[in-house]
């Protein structure tokens, strides 16, 4: 799902504002390709670019264009990061498998049974499940704006603040009863990650850097913004002017729900692990039962991490959206097809959304892969 800071919002602003190039017209698609993803960053408002494509598991195409900060000269490099925003909850997901894998804990664990005493977990929240968290159907609303804020400027570690988050959350009124609503909310996969902790006794972070980049070779992926404070080491995010990143990004405790950056070149081997069954370059991952599990649509055909469902044609899809406020991200899989899409850029108000699913929909275009559709139940 989308969000804007790093709150849910419902729907992307279709209308483009003069600031991301009102006047703009994509270009059409048998436009070569190198030439169109200079257009959406010369004419269409975008500081920067990265994306790619994949089909058959090979990769068709990449491209990184664009400037790290507007307003200044210094190019972006193909081994730049991005912030993803919420497609790190995905990579929440299958840390969630390798758990699962071992033993450590079950789809099926409770919030109870696994933080009852870590944090106080009222009757009402205590057989919230690990699987109800992951597909956002736990009834645990999202965070109010207030708090999130205070949780941006805090100093203390990253587990600590979880476990805050946690406590304060769980304490309110259910917003529905457990497994019967989906209701898309951040929290879920903060409450999440800390029960991942709790069981394995590793922070959520060393757990995707042993589990995930390390195994996958993502030299390039950590947490938070990617640059340096006052520098141009990396890119800056935009909302639409250039972000310093001296400002406070989202809380490190919010991490299970969006905190991951990382390049073309650490997503792709991320993204082909779906389509090689869970198993990565250098070995296998995750196993079929748990990436089955992931993959799995539930309520409004969102999986653990995905929206996931089949289009009128039958084609199987998996897509997700990520954005801290400055950056966006948008990630596509046809697993079967062993095919992607990831687009990238370092902007990431409403309009540069509109844009950036140009940009999706153009390289769909060109590159024959499946038109957009209705899922089908």
């Not at 704006?145 to 203390?156: C, D, H, I, K, Q």
């Not at 304490?171 to 497994?179: D, K």
């Not at 309520?299 to 400055?326: I, K, P, Q």
């Not at 929909?361 to 139940?377: A, C, I, R």
Request: charged share 15%.
């Amino acid at each position: 799902m989308e969000s804007a800071g790093f709150r849910n919002v419902v729907a992307v602003a279709v209308a483009t504002v003069a600031a991301c190039g009102a006047s703009f017209t994509p270009p059409p698609p048998d436009t070569p390709p190198d030439e169109a993803i200079e257009s959406f960053v010369t004419a269409g408002g975008l500081p920067a670019v990265a994306v790619a494509v994949v089909d058959g598991g090979e990769t068709l195409y990449t491209r990184v264009a664009g400037v790290r900060k507007q307003g200044d000269l210094t190019a972006v490099g193909d081994r730049d990061a991005f912030h993803i925003g919420s497609n790190t909850k995905a990579m929440t997901a299958l840390i969630a498998g390798t758990v699962v894998d071992a033993g450590q804990i079950s789809w099926d664990s409770t919030v109870g049974d696994v933080l009852g005493g870590v944090v106080t977990v009222p009757v009402a929240r205590a057989g919230v499940t690990l699987a109800q968290l992951l597909s956002h159907t736990s009834g645990i609303p999202e965070i109010d704006a207030p708090t999130e804020l205070a949780f941006n400027l805090s100093t203390e570690p990253a587990d600590v603040q979880r476990r805050q988050i946690a406590g304060k959350t769980l304490a309110l009124p259910p917003g529905s009863t457990p497994g019967t609503t989906f209701f898309y909310s951040n929290v879920n996969y903060i409450v999440a990650g800390l029960m991942l902790e709790v069981a394995t006794g590793t922070s959520w972070e060393l757990l995707l850097q042993e589990r995930l980049f390390t195994p996958l070779g993502m030299t390039g992926a950590g947490f938070g913004v990617p640059a340096t404070a006052h520098t141009t080491d990396a890119p800056w995010g935009h909302d639409p002017q250039p972000i310093d990143p001296v400002v406070p990004d989202i809380a490190p405790g919010f991490g299970p729900a969006g905190t991951v950056h990382a390049s073309i070149g650490d997503l792709l081997p991320y993204l082909t692990m779906y389509m090689d069954g869970g198993v990565g370059p250098n070995g296998r991952i995750i196993s079929e039962a748990s990436l089955t599990a992931i993959e799995t649509p539930r309520l409004e055909h969102y999986g653990f991490g995905w929206n996931v469902g089949r289009f009128a044609d039958g084609t199987l899809v998996m897509g997700h959206s990520g954005s801290n406020g400055n950056f966006f991200a948008h990630f596509i899989l046809f697993p079967e097809r062993r095919a992607a899409v990831v687009v990238m850029t370092n902007r990431g108000d409403l309009p540069s959304w509109d844009r950036a699913f140009q940009v999706v929909g153009y390289l769909v275009h060109h590159f024959g892969l499946p038109e957009k559709q209705p899922f089908v139940d």
